[in-house]
């Protein structure tokens, strides 16, 4: 009768095999565009905004909504640009879009940006589109 080997070394094996098979850096596969940002006197200009709404798959009403709330100013769209009333970095859109992304876009289940919006009475939704998974979205 030929011995049958130790549980730990098939468990080392099958990890070895494992990990060099399977091994693939993770990629982005939501990339949030650079935030394209021009002064006129006292309005901040953001000439690529639209841009975001077709990446998230969102209402650039909706967007430009959060952004005025989060920035605490006027907003309005003039084509494919908004306007805002005040100067601002370009650092702080950077930064309000990533949060709006992990609040609004990214499933908090599974972690991809297949996901849309859905509005059941007076509460919002995230629904993901990869795992069908339904969950409250994280902002008003």
């Known amino acids: 009768m030929v011995p049958l080997p130790d549980y730990d070394e098939m468990l080392l094996k099958l ?3 494992l ?4 091994e693939k850096p993770q990629e982005e596969r939501l990339e949030i565009p650079k935030p394209q940002v021009l002064w006129v006197g006292n309005k901040t200009f953001l000439r ?5 709404p077709r990446a998230f798959r969102r209402d650039p009403d909706q967007v430009l ?3 005025a709330k989060e920035l605490a100013t006027a907003a309005s769209m003039d084509g494919d640009r908004a306007i805002f009333i005040g100067r601002r970095n370009p650092d702080s859109f950077r930064v309000l879009f990533e949060r709006y992304v992990k609040a609004a876009v990214i499933c908090p289940v599974c972690g991809r940006p297949d996901t849309h919006l859905e509005k059941s009475k007076r509460l919002q939704f995230l629904v993901c589109e990869a795992c069908g998974a339904r969950s409250p979205a994280k902002f008003s």
Do not use: A, K
């Open 15 to 17: 990890r070895s095999e």
């Open 19 to 22: 990990s060099t098979s399977t």
């Open 48 to 52: 690529n905004f639209m841009e975001y």
């Open 65 to 67: 909504l959060f952004l």
